[in-house]
Structure formats: structure tokens, C-alpha cells
Nanobody, 117 residues
Framework: QVQLVESGGGLVQAGGSLRLSCAPS????????MGWYRQTPGKQRELVAT???????NYAESVKGRFTISRDDAKNTVYLQMNSLKPEDTAVYYC???????????WGQGTQVTVSS
């Protein structure tokens, strides 16, 4: 079964940058929306950013101006460039792919991002 594989998480100081990547482990067709979500203990998973197949982006207010989502459809890969990181950005980040034409989505296993003050 195809899985989403994330990379790029880690520990960074406040003000620093990280770049997350997510790609499927095998062939995947008709990906519509790609996105990033995050979750901290005891809280619900929240949207960080999404990008449609047409390139339209959507960001959480808390990350606007600091994070940039992009996609490479030739590689079926989504990226999240995170700049000016804050301690409150600390979370497990999950990528999400929503397929076109069918009601189905994939989730990554999560990658930890820790921002120290």
C-alpha cells in the first residue's frame, strides 16, 4: 500500500528555518489538494497550509508571511518552507494528499518539529 513519507523535521532555534518534504512511497495518480497539518499533545490537528492542483494556496493565520507551501507535480511532492520559526510552531507535522474524483485521502506518519526559545 502506498504511504506518504515525510522528511525535514528536527530541532531548530527560534528565528530559524526548516523545510519539510512529503512524497508517496509508490505511484499515485490524480492528487488534487496537498497540505500540511500539525498537532500538539492534547489538541486537535490543525491546518497549516494547503495547495490545490491549480496552485491556489491557503494558510493558517498564525503562519502567514512565515511559511510557504509548494508542490512539484512531476515528483508528487509537497514542500513546506518554514521561516522565522517560533516556539509555538513546535508540533508534529503531517502531510495530507486528497485525491481528485474520489473521496479518499492519505496521511503521512508525522515528523516532529521542535523550536527552542
Amino acid at each position: 500500500q502506498v504511504q506518504l513519507v515525510e522528511s525535514g523535521g528536527g530541532l531548530v532555534q527560534a528565528g530559524g528555518s526548516l523545510r519539510l518534504s512529503c512524497a508517496p512511497s509508490g505511484t499515485m495518480y490524480s492528487i488534487n489538494v496537498m497540505g500540511w497539518y500539525r498537532q500538539t499533545p492534547g489538541k486537535q490537528r490543525e491546518l497549516v497550509a494547503t495547495i490545490s492542483s491549480g496552485g491556489r494556496t491557503n494558510y493558517a493565520e498564525s503562519v502567514k508571511g512565515r511559511f510557504t507551501i509548494s508542490r512539484d507535480d512531476a515528483k508528487n511532492t509537497v514542500y513546506l518552507q518554514m521561516n522565522s520559526l517560533k516556539p509555538e510552531d513546535t508540533a508534529v507535522y503531517y502531510c495530507n494528499f486528497k485525491l481528485a474524483f474520489v473521496s479518499f485521502e492519505y496521511w503521512g506518519q508525522g515528523t516532529q518539529v521542535t523550536v527552542s526559545s
